[in-house]
């Protein structure tokens, strides 16, 4: 039976400062570098050894990623990059300050942009300072200027699709490093969470999220390696 782990990237310099982040390429802070050791551990306690990390092109999920392989004793795991797995792209929230972006445009509109399926925050204006067009990493890929959840997984899904899939079918063990948004994705993709029910999917940082999966990569089983600071996960069908 495939094993898979997700793990999002341990806090950010933004997630201290309650900063839109989305693909800005933010390091972690030293309390996230803790967490992503603390995950490590958690992974070879578990006595998970993945054949393969998949993980993003952004610094916080890749450094994350290898931080928890050194700590688990893994660090020879092969690591395969790409940026369909980053986060949601944060549109024109990006940069800005959460809590005054919610007292400007209320709570409940801050909520709808962050948590909603398919509402996507204003697109971000061409040229300024968090335009990735440019962005070498990008080249030759028709990026988006902005992202609802149901867009991510657009991208996150033929990824999945094609180069983890197959992984786990041929009965692999996968860890993906990853953020918020791109996991809540494959959340919602692998215990098939109706629309309206995954606005209440949070993923903690650094905290190894297990799902064991059945031949058809259905989830026979979840759940966090951190229980103490573990989030509900959406029912098994
Ligand atoms: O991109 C960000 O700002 C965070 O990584 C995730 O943000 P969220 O909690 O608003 O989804």
């Given at each position: 039976?495939?094993?898979?782990?997700?793990?999002?990237?341990?806090?950010?310099?933004?997630?201290?400062?309650?900063?839109?982040?989305?693909?800005?390429?933010?390091?972690?802070?030293?309390?996230?570098?803790?967490?992503?050791?603390?995950?490590?551990?958690?992974?070879?306690?578990a006595g998970f050894?993945?054949?393969?990390?998949?993980?993003?092109?952004?610094?916080?999920?890749?450094?994350?990623?290898?931080?928890?392989?050194?700590?688990?004793?893994?660090?020879?795991?092969?690591?395969?990059?790409?940026?369909?797995?980053?986060?949601?792209?944060?549109?024109?929230?990006?940069?800005?300050?959460?809590?005054?972006?919610?007292k400007l445009h209320?709570?409940?509109?801050?909520?709808?942009?962050?948590?909603?399926?398919?509402?996507?925050?204003?697109?971000?204006?061409?040229?300024?300072?968090?335009?990735?067009?440019?962005?070498?990493?990008?080249?030759?890929?028709?990026?988006?200027?902005?992202?609802?959840?149901?867009?991510?997984?657009?991208?996150?899904?033929?990824?999945?699709?094609?180069?983890?899939?197959?992984?786990?079918?041929?009965?692999?063990?996968?860890?993906?490093?990853?953020?918020?948004?791109?996991?809540?994705?494959?959340?919602?993709?692998?215990?098939?969470?109706?629309?309206?029910?995954?606005?209440?999917?949070?993923?903690?940082?650094?905290?190894?999220?297990?799902?064991?999966?059945?031949?058809?990569?259905?989830?026979?089983?979840?759940?966090?390696?951190?229980?103490?600071?573990?989030?509900?996960?959406?029912?098994?069908?």
């Amino acid at each position: 039976m495939p094993r898979l782990i997700l793990l999002r990237h341990g806090q950010s310099q933004w997630n201290l400062e309650n900063r839109f982040t989305g693909w800005v390429d933010v390091d972690l802070t030293a309390e996230g570098e803790a967490q992503a050791r603390r995950g490590g551990e958690l992974i070879a306690e578990a006595g998970f050894k993945p054949a393969v990390m998949f993980t993003s092109v952004l610094t916080r999920a890749k450094r994350t990623g290898a931080i928890a392989l050194q700590s688990a004793g893994l660090k020879d795991v092969p690591t395969i990059e790409d940026w369909r797995l980053n986060e949601r792209h944060y549109g024109g929230l990006t940069g800005l300050d959460k809590a005054e972006t919610a007292k400007l445009h209320g709570e409940d509109q801050v909520k709808v942009w962050r948590r909603s399926y398919d509402v996507p925050p204003p697109p971000l204006a061409p040229g300024g300072e968090w335009d990735f067009t440019a962005d070498p990493r990008y080249a030759g890929q028709d990026i988006p200027d902005t992202e609802s959840l149901k867009t991510t997984l657009d991208r996150v899904l033929p990824y999945w699709n094609s180069a983890i899939a197959p992984r786990l079918e041929a009965g692999e063990d996968v860890l993906i490093a990853a953020h918020g948004n791109s996991l809540r994705a494959i959340v919602k993709h692998l215990f098939d969470v109706p629309d309206d029910k995954i606005v209440g999917v949070e993923i903690p940082t650094g905290n190894p999220l297990e799902i064991d999966l059945d031949a058809e990569l259905k989830p026979v089983s979840a759940r966090y390696l951190d229980a103490g600071r573990a989030e509900s996960l959406p029912a098994i069908a």
